[in-house]
């Protein structure tokens, strides 16, 4: 992809968008494990988004603390999305992208714990997700996904 650079200079660099999706393809076919963040040996959907940040930026910018697997579902609190929002940059859900961390809410009425990365497959709209029971995989965000956005991020990098 062409871009244009500062001044009048072009450049062939991919967007940050693209690293990210790069990067999170990368982790596809890595088994579900809870906890994980190790491409290739194990994560669950927190780690996945982990380890693309430690690609990104060399270091992850907190400890995360061990939780279980039905870890918010007995509370109210969101914990991921204010997680999300003091490391990444919210975007309305009408201008996510590809390489944007989609977070999900899986039922009405409880707090949203699932989480991708937005991507593009064949023209259509996708994400990069690890889930129980499924290695890191792509699936396309139609209704059934569409309908569980609870909130879109940006990594904090500038193109």
Request: charged fraction near 25%; charge should be positive.
């Amino acid at each position: 992809m062409l871009m244009q650079g500062r001044g009048s200079v072009m450049t062939d660099r991919p967007s940050t968008g693209e690293r990210v999706v790069t990067l999170a393809r990368r982790w596809i076919g890595t088994p579900y494990q809870h906890q994980a963040s190790a491409r290739g040996a194990g994560t669950d959907c927190l780690g996945l988004v982990r380890g693309v940040w430690r690609e990104l930026f060399g270091s992850e910018p907190g400890p995360i603390p061990a939780y279980t697997p039905d870890w918010a579902e007995a509370g109210a609190e969101e914990v991921v999305l204010e997680r999300a929002a003091r490391y990444l940059l919210r975007v309305a859900p009408s201008e996510r992208r590809p390489g944007d961390v989609l977070v999900f809410r899986m039922r009405r009425g409880v707090v949203a714990k699932h989480m991708g990365i937005c991507a593009e497959r064949d023209g259509r709209e996708s994400f990069i997700h690890a889930y129980s029971g499924r290695s890191v995989c792509e699936t396309l965000l139609g209704g059934y996904w569409e309908r569980r956005i609870a909130a879109v991020f940006r990594f904090p990098l500038h193109d």
